[in-house]
């Protein structure tokens, strides 16, 4: 699987940092297929970009932002409603008219396209399409397979028991069971263990239903993008 770097043809952000430029563009073809973005979050580390971006929000985005203690949880919601802004611009849709449905899934009201948006370690991910989409971001690390026998089917454990790599099958199983629950919206609903995910396939079954999902590697970070419907873009877009 290849990144994709986006085709930039439309001036989104430009300001002179101590007579260096951030220059940001980003080109729309439509969404015919489900469409994954991702964004670096490491720039806004510098605090001038923080506060510069920072100072572009919303009086709500910014009663977000600060409503974490950690900086670098900061930084992470801060680059969330940055790729959001990015993304949604392009199809002429406003951040500011963005809403959460009570299981915190975001929408816009009347609006013919459906978002995710998910984030992990330096990384915020967004995927968008005219059908329901769910999306996930994990960092492979060591985990407990203990979790494993808590949360996932029989199936499910044995098949990490028996994997070269315990780790990298458990938390793609895990990524792939967030991003279809986050699809279907109602994550709290279902329980993990009521559903199964075989990784020779790519869909899962949930009420009858099938979700499909695409998986995508950057570095050690799996991302997994869900939908209704079995058509995805190969790479990633890295904004």
Known sequence: MRTHFVPWTIDLILFSLNKSVFYIKLNKKGVKMVKTYILDTAFLRNEDIFVYFYNQLSLKGKTLVDSYKCLKDKI????????????????KLSIFDVKRDNNNKPFIENCSYKFNISHKGRYVCLAISKFEV????EVFKKVNIGIAKKLF??????????SEDMNKSLITIWSVKESVTKCVGTPKDILFNSFEVDLSSNFVLINDKKIYYKIYYLSDYIIVTSSYINSFRNNLFLV
């Open 134 to 137: 769910g999306i996930d971001i």
């Open 153 to 162: 089917t029989r199936k499910e454990v044995e098949y990490i028991k028996n």
């Open 76 to 91: 992470l919601c801060l680059g969330k409603l940055v790729l959001e802004y990015i993304v949604l611009d392009q199809y």
